[in-house]
């Protein structure tokens, strides 16, 4: 009489509640960092239509205001 194989059964584990506040955690600094380059991109283009009487009641020179809004939006 013949044998027939048997192989083992694949078990699917969910992953562990540590794997998903990890992959929460992952997910929610990403967003946080999203929402800070959004920022940083509105303010430096808001920056850019400010006239010389704008500029001189928050204290910032044309040329100073020239740099920031030269910055690109990951840069502190």
């Known amino acids: ?3 027939t194989a048997t192989y ?3 078990v699917r584990t969910r992953p562990s509640s ?3 506040q ?3 955690a992952l997910l929610a600094r990403g ?3 999203q929402r800070t380059w959004q920022h940083r991109r509105s303010g430096r ?3 850019r239509q ?3 009487q704008q500029l001189k009641d928050i204290g910032l020179s044309r ?3 020239a740099r920031e809004a030269r910055k690109l939006f990951w840069r502190p």
Do not use: E, F, G, Q
């Open 50 to 52: 400010l006239d010389d």
């Open 45 to 47: 283009r808001a920056l």
């Open 31 to 33: 967003r946080a960092v």
């Open 8 to 10: 083992p059964r694949t």
């Open 22 to 24: 990890r992959i929460h």
């Open 63 to 65: 040329a100073a205001a």
């Open 1 to 3: 009489m013949m044998k």
């Open 18 to 20: 540590r794997v998903w």
